[in-house]
């Protein structure tokens, strides 16, 4: 299964205009954003977990990164409430589950193969700095190595938003929402950006929470591949 699989082209997805596709596993189901591969992929997805659904236990081969956007995530290691970041690296192992149900945008095998850092942040409970450079923007840093940038950016309403990026870029929204050369993006779009450049984006008269990970598109990469 190839969706959004060529990383040369700008990509915008709206949850609300995605069907929800039911998993192998009952009670799971996923709005697909991008993915190379079937059951084990390359992939980028929104999640959603039924009230009382569980997921087998698993190795994730290629690593595991993920934030809650709603209800309570929960695995062997803990629960984990809307606004937590996770990262579970190559070699680690759970078993997803949802007493109340939730959902998560979850990135699957786009690890370094030799990472091992596990992360856990709950996004409620750490400040954000104001970024100098930029006016109505504060950023609460996530994870960075060589390869990639993770944070949270939020933007004051009506801020006009320089971006730039090397290696590609990836924003998704967790509140509020944006535009970015005339598409309007609300909560759970999703928009990647290839090779290096620079844009614009406006919040809108909420401002905007975003996701955002650059950088990493230099190391695409698939099981098998």
């Not at 190795?59 to 990164?65: D, L, R």
């Not at 699957?108 to 409620?124: A, Y």
């Amino acid at each position: 299964m190839e969706i959004n699989a060529d990383f040369d082209r700008r990509v915008a997805m709206h949850a609300d205009e995605i069907a929800w596709v039911e998993s192998p596993t009952a009670g799971v189901a996923r709005r697909m954003l991008d993915r190379i591969g079937d059951e084990v992929a390359r992939a980028t997805s929104i999640v959603r977990y039924a009230p009382d659904s569980r997921f087998p236990a698993h190795v994730h081969g290629g690593g595991e990164e993920f934030v809650v956007l709603d209800g309570v995530f929960q695995d062997e290691h803990g629960d984990f409430p809307a606004g937590t970041y996770v990262r579970n690296p190559p070699t680690s192992r759970h078993s997803p589950a949802s007493a109340q149900g939730c959902t998560i945008m979850v990135k699957l095998w786009q690890f370094d193969p030799d990472d091992r850092t596990h992360v856990v942040i709950d996004t409620g409970k750490i400040g954000a700095v104001a970024d100098p450079a930029r006016a109505g923007v504060t950023v609460t840093p996530l994870f960075r190595d060589a390869r990639e940038d993770v944070r949270l950016e939020r933007w004051a309403a009506g801020a006009a938003v320089d971006l730039a990026w090397d290696g590609g870029a990836e924003l998704f929204v967790l509140e509020g929402g944006f535009t970015q050369q005339g598409e309007r993006f609300r909560r759970h779009s999703w928009l990647r950006l290839p090779g290096d450049g620079k844009t614009v984006a406006d919040a809108g008269p909420d401002g905007a929470v975003v996701w955002i990970k650059t950088g990493h598109l230099r190391f695409v990469s698939a099981p098998g591949r």
